[in-house]
């Protein structure tokens, strides 16, 4: 019985180890632009969540962007825009994204559909756009961003 319980177990580790492992290795291998596209996605979805926390983290100290009605923003400005914002971001729908990497710095263009509700309104803006990243360590950071409306 005992035989039977520990080698129970013992597969249990072993299948604990494997799940583990292959849960965490795509991305400890993911390339630099691979890593990139993700964290669009997930920019895309902490904005949808309104997770203020991530998205601080996402974007560098110094960080501006050029919105699509050619408004300057900085940091703080979207981060505060963020959180008492009329409408709802339902979904995003991404486009192909581009990506050039040069040692440390990047950047990504892409396009993008927004889908949102404001006052019970469905509606959706399609957007091209393009961030810069740098890496800081072991880290992309956003550093400049610009959004331009498609009609």
Known sequence: MKKIITAVLFAFVIAGLVFAHSSKAPSATLSDADTLRQLERDWADASRKVDVKWISQLLSDDWRG??????????????????????????????????????????????????????????ETKSAWMDVYEKLGDKWVVARSQMTKVQ
Not at 87 to 104: H, I, Q, R
């Open 66 to 123: 050029v919105g699509s009605k050619g408004i300057i923003m900085t940091k703080e400005y979207t981060l505060n825009r963020l959180q008492i914002r009329k409408y709802k971001l339902e979904s995003t729908d991404f486009g192909p994204m581009a990506v050039k990497v040069w040692g440390n710095v990047a950047v990504v263009q892409g396009s993008t559909i927004y889908h949102w509700v404001e006052d019970g309104q469905h509606g």
